[in-house]
């Protein structure tokens, strides 16, 4: 019989998955769930679009392994990068288990699609800023309202080294600057809270714009937010792009090192790697960025500097070996060998 996906129980499915399931019994953030809310439009997308199909008549029974072959094909064709297509396919994955557990028919269904692998993925370290870099983009912004809080943000997000989604989280009340040192506290990936200490320099720029922002008789919580006629809301991660876009390519005429295109998660990068190269263990580099996995911090963020490099080349080239004799008494110890003692 072949089961078949009725338009309502496809919403409700879906409603009950992305705002139920992932929030209050997976315990994902919102940004967890707007992630799989993209995989599964994407997934709508393909079947509409790439297959000509409507979703209503779409069964359970024609999510196949071709199926989903097809649909990483579909993805590659639209310019998505094998690690965003590896993210779709476990998005249908974990969808799929819960339809599985709603109805214990479609189990068949999901041993089929959790047996394909994921796209291999080089792991490569991504672009640093230079300090020169980061000097011309901070330089920027202007002596106004809005120059001063985005200065805020980008000299935040990078002595912080936090996730654009973590700086956007964060509320007034998260920030303790009289302390020695200053830190915040941070709501990391599954809802981990972590210690974040921030540099002495950093504080002056968030007093002022907290003074300019958020003064006595303001009661919103988000430390970075936006005002829409009268609604008042956390900022978005788009908002946060089109800020570093702005001031990038403004420093790019006068700095030529700055690369064609900037993104929030670069300042967190730069950051991890100068803390590296200045000689902090990554073991407290990995619980700066929040890692729960040391091998994260090691592969994509302990990139070594040409000193580091040259240094440990020079310790290794001034050791001087002593060769000692294997055989104390290698005549009497020859002759035992060949058997004539």
């Known amino acids: 019989m072949k089961m078949k996906l009725n338009r309502s129980l496809f919403f409700s499915l879906t409603y009950e998955f992305l705002h139920v399931y992932l929030p209050t019994q997976a315990g994902c953030s919102r940004w967890t769930a707007k992630s799989y809310r993209d995989a599964l439009r994407q997934f709508h997308n393909y079947?509409?679009?790439?297959?000509?199909?409507?979703?209503?008549?779409?069964?359970?029974t024609e999510c196949s392994r071709d199926c989903i072959y097809g649909f990483l094909e579909w993805l590659k064709g639209n310019g998505n990068k094998r690690s965003t297509s590896n993210q779709r396919l476990a998005a249908l994955k974990s969808y799929l288990r819960f339809a599985a557990d709603k109805d214990a028919s479609l189990l068949q269904v999901l041993l089929v699609i959790r047996n394909i692998r994921p796209m291999?993925?080089?792991?490569?370290c991504g672009e640093v800023l230079s300090e020169e870099a980061l000097s011309e983009i901070f330089a920027q912004p202007g002596?106004?309202?809005k120059g001063m809080r985005d200065l805020a943000i980008l000299i935040l997000l990078y002595d912080s080294a936090m996730r654009v989604s973590e700086l956007l989280n964060l509320k007034v009340t998260d920030l303790q600057l009289e302390r020695n040192p200053p830190f915040l506290r941070v709501m990391g990936k599954g809802s981990k809270e972590r210690i974040i200490a921030i540099s002495e320099k950093t504080v002056p720029h968030l007093e002022l714009y907290l003074k300019t922002f958020h003064p006595c008789d303001t009661d919103i919580p988000w430390l970075f937010y936006t005002r829409i006629k009268?609604?008042?809301?956390?900022?978005?991660?788009?908002n946060v792009e089109r800020i570093i876009t702005k001031y990038s390519n403004s420093a790019r005429c006068i700095c030529s090192e700055i690369p064609a295109r900037i993104h929030p998660h670069m300042f967190r990068r730069t950051r991890a790697t100068q803390l590296y190269q200045q000689g902090i263990p990554i073991e407290l580099v990995a619980r700066h960025l929040g890692h729960s996995?040391?091998?994260?911090?090691?592969?994509?963020?302990?990139?070594?500097?040409?000193k580091m490099l040259g240094n440990a080349i020079a310790s290794v080239s001034d050791l001087e070996f002593e060769e000692k004799p294997v055989w104390s008494n290698k005549e009497e110890t020859l002759a035992k060998l060949c058997g004539l003692m």
């Open 47 to 60: 079947v509409t679009d790439g297959l000509g199909k409507s979703i209503s008549d779409f069964g359970f």
């Open 120 to 124: 291999k993925v080089v792991k490569t």
């Open 143 to 145: 002596n106004t309202r």
């Open 230 to 238: 009268a609604s008042v809301g956390p900022m978005s991660d788009s």
């Open 293 to 306: 996995c040391l091998e994260t911090t090691r592969t994509y963020y302990a990139k070594p500097s040409l």
